[in-house]
């Protein structure tokens, strides 16, 4: 029973919660980074590039039961083909930048907030002699320079 008991707790740390929200909305975000990229931006370029659909990009490296052309790689794995996806392989890096540039914005923000935060003032550790105008320890009754009795 001690162990399920120890389990609970650790589960439900504050810190085990937050990193599993953080992988929940990691992954949601990699599906919409995933959909920008073969959705949004993809298919200008394959457009500028004369209508080419980067995800059916691929190399035959071997002829499956059912002799090719395939159109797709998919087609192509259905037939028992062995192909090399390069397409996919090129939308899968776009995706990649895209996510570590969003994560650098991110951690480019938090630091920036971090650093703007001003340090807590340090209490002072001296005060000035009303005689003679030097700094002595703020606890001292007496100036060690001219001698005067300090009052609190």
Do not use: H, R, W, Y
């Given at each position: 029973m001690g162990m399920v008991k120890e389990f609970r707790?650790?589960?439900?740390?504050?810190?085990?919660?937050?990193?599993?929200v953080g992988i929940i909305i990691?992954?949601?975000?990699?599906?919409?980074?995933?959909?920008?990229?073969?959705?949004i931006i993809m298919p200008p370029i394959g457009l500028l590039l004369g209508n080419v659909d980067f995800s059916s990009l691929f190399i035959v490296l071997r002829e499956g039961a059912a002799a090719g052309p395939y159109a797709t790689p998919a087609l192509a794995k259905a037939a028992g083909a062995v192909t090399l996806n390069y397409g996919l392989f090129i939308n899968t890096v776009i995706s990649f930048v895209i996510v570590a540039f969003a994560v650098f914005m991110m951690i480019r923000t938090i630091n920036r907030l971090k650093r703007e935060q001003p340090a807590p003032a340090a209490a002072p550790t001296t005060k000035d002699?009303?005689?003679?105008?030097?700094?002595?320890p703020i606890k001292a009754v007496r100036c060690p320079h001219c001698t005067s009795e300090l009052k609190g």
């Open positions: 707790e650790f589960a439900v740390k504050g810190n085990v919660v937050d990193m599993a990691g992954a949601a975000f990699g599906t919409i980074v995933q959909s920008l990229v073969a959705d002699c009303p005689f003679c105008f030097t700094a002595v």
